[in-house]
């Protein structure tokens, strides 16, 4: 090969990798710029006053200052609710240690699962009552909250379209999360798409969920 034409394959080489690298450093920079959006304020949950599987009374003021993640379950589902509840279980194992997040688990089914209900149902998928709350209370109450603030759909099931004896509701399988200020926090993917829940049944979703904790933990703290 002649002088000349080294010099061309040097160049178009060079330039090769040149653009190769500039598309591995705009990837790169669009992952970390996806990682660093702000997260939306949805809307605002108001005060509450239910129970946990302790028996101990839970407003949102003992809520002020930490991170949550919430989800509507009942304890005889048939359903999905076993598998929401293993993944939060998943994702308790991987919360950064000392830090003020909670996991709350709200159910949609109070006049069976009573606090020594939920305490025995937490028991099985290993939560940590310190960090994992599973809350009860009065019917009403709870649909409201499920419904109006946090958007949860929840749908009690007709008796004929039961398919078995514990087919009790139709609910929303999605976890949603709260900042400090109690207020609901959506997310955006990496196509700009905004998104007010994270699906359980979505892995992409649910890796979602613990970036966007981290990044709640790090804005101002509100003033108690």
């Not at 048939?78 to 997040?101: D, F, I, W």
């Not at 994270?198 to 613990?210: C, G, N, P, T, V």
Request: one cysteine or more.
């Amino acid at each position: 090969m002649n002088g000349p034409a080294r010099k061309t394959e040097r160049v178009v080489w060079g330039g090769l990798m040149l653009t190769i690298a500039a598309i591995g450093a705009a990837f790169a920079l669009s992952r970390l710029g996806a990682g660093n959006r702000p997260l939306p304020v949805i809307g605002q949950i108001p005060d509450f006053n239910l129970t946990n599987q302790n028996s101990e009374a839970v407003t949102l003021a003992n809520l002020r200052g930490k991170v949550w993640v919430a989800d509507i379950i009942f304890t005889r589902c048939p359903g999905p609710c076993a598998t929401m509840t293993r993944h939060l279980a998943e994702l308790q194992s991987a919360l950064p240690k000392n830090e003020p997040v909670q996991i709350v688990s709200f159910t949609s089914d109070p006049e069976y699962d009573t606090p020594a209900t939920l305490k025995k149902y937490a028991g099985l998928f290993g939560a940590d009552a310190n960090h994992w709350w599973f809350l009860t209370g009065n019917k009403p109450e709870l649909r409201s909250l499920a419904v109006n603030d946090f958007k949860f759909v929840v749908v009690e099931k007709k008796l004929e379209d039961r398919t078995v004896p514990d087919d009790l509701f139709i609910h929303s399988t999605w976890y949603v999360l709260v900042d400090q200020k109690g207020q609901v926090r959506g997310w955006t993917d990496r196509e700009g798409r905004l998104h007010a829940y994270f699906d359980s049944a979505d892995a992409d979703a649910r890796a979602e969920i613990l970036p966007a904790i981290k990044q709640l933990l790090n804005e101002p703290t509100p003033p108690s």
